[in-house]
Structures are given as structure tokens and as C-alpha cells.
């Protein structure tokens, strides 16, 4: 099976016949006559997509959209609603109800079927969005704590470097400096808020520009 489709509409033809367009294209379809017999089998069962009128027995397709989209557990779920009404006021209203699609009558058997593979296919693919990101979560939950410790003892390293009265300095593979302590600040005149994120550690050793010994091992892998 493809997916289960889930129709409400109270009219018999249209149902026999979505019924089956679909069912022919390998789909398990179920029908719902009412927007609340639509309520409790959804309840039941999620359908992976609605094909849904907008004229109803008891309350019109925009009612039940909107309550389908208020619930997280429902929301992603596409509707496609399917009409006769052709004002662009009802296609506007469809729409902001939160509906997908708006397929008019007559339909052709075509249509239907592409437009549903479509919105399958999106709704796959959103779905497996949303299990990557759990997935991730996950990892960066198991994750957090190592970090955590790491940056806990990265941030150790440099007040222990802040403090010792040697002068330091720490460059990164770009040769910009990325610690500066007080006692280089000392020997040297030069602030650690003018020095972090230069690349001016060479006035340290000499009036101009020119490789330093840490340059020239950075270069050649060492």
C-alpha cells in the first residue's frame, strides 16, 4: 500500500468513484460522510492525506481544516479539498483554513492521482525531516555534556594562562592570535583587545613584518 487516504464527502457517486481512482493506484482509502464521523476515525487512525468538500451535513470542509490544524498531532497532515464552488473567494478561504490544495469539479481521474502523489510525496519528506531533527536532538542531548566539560576545561586552560606571569600568547592555524595574557601585555605595550584576532604577533620580536619561527612550523605541518 501506498499510504491511507482518508475522503469525506457525503455525496455516494463522488465517493465511489475517488474510492476508485485511488484504490486501482494502490492506495487504501477509508470515507467519512460528516466532518464529525471524519473527527473520530481520524482519532483512530491518522490518515497520511484528506481528500475533503467543502460543503458538508454538519459543518463545512473550513471547519474541520482549521480544527485539524490546531492540532499538533494532526497539522501536518495535507488536505486537499475538492469542490464545485469556483469563486476564487472559496479557494481564498480554503487556503487560509489551512488547506494544501483545491482540486474544482469535474475532476479528471489525472489530476487527482497527481496531485496526490505530490502532496505524498511532501508529506513523506517532511516527515522524514522531522525524524532527522529528533535524531539530532538526540545526538546533541548525549552530546551536550562532553561539550560542556570541554569548553568548562578549554575555559580552565586560559585563566590559567591569564595568570602565570610568563608572557603567552596562543595563535590558531590562520596565525591569528587567540590569547594574549597580562604578562605579554607587561613585556610588551600591546593590549590584548589590539592583538586578539591579528595576525601581529611578529611585533613582538621584531620592527616589521617577517615569518616567526611559530609561523614557519604552522606552514610546514609541524
Known amino acids: 500500500m501506498k499510504g491511507n487516504i482518508l475522503i469525506i464527502n457525503d455525496n455516494s457517486d463522488i465517493l465511489r468513484l475517488l474510492e476508485e481512482i485511488l484504490k486501482a493506484d494502490g492506495y487504501e482509502v477509508r470515507a467519512a460522510r460528516s466532518g464529525e464521523i471524519a473527527r473520530n476515525s481520524i482519532a483512530e487512525r491518522l490518515p497520511g492525506l484528506i481528500l475533503m468538500d467543502i460543503i458538508l451535513p454538519d459543518m463545512d470542509g473550513y471547519e474541520v481544516c482549521r480544527s485539524l490544524k490546531e492540532d499538533s498531532s494532526t497539522a501536518s497532515i495535507p488536505v486537499l479539498f475538492i469542490s464545485d464552488l469556483e469563486e476564487t473567494a472559496n479557494k481564498l478561504k480554503a487556503f487560509e483554513a489551512g488547506g494544501h490544495d483545491y482540486i474544482?469539479?469535474?475532476?479528471?481521474?489525472?489530476?487527482?492521482?497527481?496531485?496526490?502523489?505530490?502532496?505524498?510525496?511532501?508529506?513523506?519528506?517532511?516527515?522524514?525531516?522531522?525524524?532527522?531533527n529528533r535524531e539530532l536532538s538526540k545526538e546533541i542531548d548525549a552530546h551536550r555534556s562532553a561539550e560542556e566539560a570541554s569548553l568548562e576545561g578549554s575555559f580552565r586552560l586560559l585563566q590559567i594562562l591569564q595568570m602565570i606571569s610568563i608572557p603567552t600568547f596562543v595563535i590558531d592555524m590562520n596565525h591569528s592570535i587567540t590569547h594574549w595574557n597580562n604578562?605579554?601585555?607587561r613585556l610588551t605595550s600591546l593590549s590584548a583587545l589590539e592583538m586578539i584576532g591579528t595576525r601581529d604577533h611578529w611585533r613582538v620580536f621584531c620592527h616589521s613584518e617577517s615569518p616567526t619561527l611559530a609561523d614557519l612550523i604552522v606552514e610546514n605541518g609541524g
Do not use: D, N
Open 104 to 132: 474544482s469539479k469535474p475532476f479528471a481521474k489525472e489530476e487527482i492521482l497527481a496531485r496526490v502523489r505530490t502532496h505524498q510525496r511532501l508529506y513523506s519528506a517532511h516527515r522524514e525531516l522531522l525524524e532527522a
Open 183 to 185: 604578562a605579554m601585555e
